[in-house]
Nanobody
Framework: QVQLVESGGGLVQPGGSLRLSCGASGIIFSSYAMGWYRQAPGKQRELVASLTSGGNTNYPDSVKGRFTISRDNTKNTVYLQMNSLKPEDTAVYYC??????????????WGQGTQVTVSS
């Protein structure tokens, strides 16, 4: 049984920092591309950061330079360091694990989400 469990969300003031963690079980973690997505009320879920099994990262312009994704394959855990947080970063943040073979996604798993609220 595959499980992705996020932690680290909470309330933070604008300009503050948070680090999200996502522990994975039931998968060969090192083979998976890992990602963080977020969904604000009334908006579509959007990619925040991704990290391939080979170490390549991708960020949208909205978080580039502020957010950093990393992984520890020995702990089956992916992290999202979020700095200089803005009120518009408020959302539920989801962890994603995806196995891609060639150009085909063969497995796709999601965590339950963790709330991040940026407010003074």
């Amino acid at each position: 049984q595959v499980q992705l469990v996020e932690s680290g969300g909470g309330l933070v003031q604008p300009g503050g920092s948070l680090r999200l963690s996502c522990g994975a079980s039931g998968i060969i973690f090192s083979s998976y591309a890992m990602g963080w997505y977020r969904q604000a009320p009334g908006k579509q879920r959007e990619l925040v950061a991704s990290l391939t099994s080979g170490g390549n990262t991708n960020y949208p312009d909205s978080v580039k330079g502020r957010f950093t994704i990393s992984r520890d394959n020995t702990k089956n855990t992916v992290y999202l360091q979020m700095n200089s947080l803005k009120p518009e970063d408020t959302a539920v943040y989801y962890c994603n694990a995806r196995l891609v073979l060639g150009s085909i996604t063969t497995s796709d798993y999601w965590g339950q989400g963790t709330q991040v609220t940026v407010s003074s």
